[in-house]
């Protein structure tokens, strides 16, 4: 069960930029707000607002201190009450990205009358889409001893080009992502509180309510995701009325990887809603 939030789980970071229908970026695990940079400056440069925000913590967003505070309740409180502060006048758009798709679909279930547009990538809808080595090295005991220690800096960094290299995303062996991507990645990682690494096992099963959500979708993922079983997104065609998909030669951050033809996917699907 979630506990009480403290005040400063609502201090969120976030950057707001251009003018016109609102687009909330939400980023995935161990991300920050500056996963959407190159997206958020093309879709002002189309005539959208976007707001991108670092979840509790990530990024410049609060990080408190409790394990026990990390649940994705939790998470979801805190973005639903800053997008009242936002004080959005048109139905929005929501991107989601692994586990800020499912916070992006959480909200289209809970508040549809907001809603006008989903897009979500290589989106995180049940714990079951976790492969098991993964949730093995996840388990509560390890991130509180994570938690405890100061892991050097120089990890991330070797982390994010390994697994950038040798991860069979659009490439055999070459890096998937630029060097700028990688080091903000790494620095995404070093930023980010221990707890975060809880939160997919905090989530309920969004499975079964995925046909309630009508809302225009667009669904763009990696068919070599790693993270999440890339099987698993064609649920979401599945079962939900109105979504489109597109399947890419990519891993689990097409939008990293893939930028250019998955910002162009994004920006047509939104600009045939104006």
């Not at 161990?30 to 670092?54: M, N, P, R, Y």
């Not at 079951?128 to 892991?151: F, T, W």
């Not at 995303?169 to 903000?184: E, N, S, T, V, W």
């Not at 669904?219 to 649920?235: H, K, M, V, W």
Request: proline fraction near 7%; include cysteine; glycine fraction near 6%.
């Amino acid at each position: 069960m979630n506990k009480q939030k403290p005040d400063d789980f609502f201090d969120i970071n976030f950057v707001r930029s251009g003018s016109g229908k609102p687009v909330v970026l939400i980023h995935g695990i161990a991300a920050s707000l500056h996963d959407w940079d190159k997206l958020a400056s093309q879709l002002v440069s189309e005539g959208f607002e976007t707001i991108a925000l670092d979840l509790p913590g990530h990024g410049d967003s609060c990080k408190p201190d409790q394990l026990d505070l990390y649940h994705l309740e939790n998470i979801f409180d805190s973005l639903a009450g800053w997008m009242r502060t936002l004080e959005l006048d048109n139905p929005l758009i929501l991107v989601g990205h692994s586990l800020g798709g499912y916070l992006a679909l959480e909200y289209a279930l809970r508040y549809p009358e907001h809603m006008q547009g989903l897009v979500l990538i290589d989106p995180f809808y049940s714990p079951d889409q976790i492969p098991y080595l993964i949730r093995l090295g996840y388990r509560e005991h390890v991130i509180g001893a994570a938690s405890r220690k100061n892991v050097p800096g120089w990890f991330y960094d070797f982390m994010v080009d390994a697994t950038s290299f040798l991860n069979p995303g659009a490439y055999f062996l070459k890096h998937d992502l630029p060097p700028d991507i990688r080091r903000q990645s790494a620095e995404n990682y070093r930023r980010a509180a221990p707890g975060i690494y809880k939160l997919p096992f905090t989530a309920r099963n969004l499975r079964p309510y995925l046909s309630r959500i009508n809302v225009p979708t667009l669904l763009i993922y990696g068919i070599r995701d790693a993270t999440l079983n890339p099987r698993s997104f064609e649920q979401i065609l599945f079962h939900m009325p109105n979504a489109r998909g597109n399947a890419l030669k990519a891993g689990h951050v097409p939008h990293q990887s893939n930028a250019v033809e998955t910002n162009r996917l994004i920006v047509d699907f939104m600009s045939a809603m104006k």
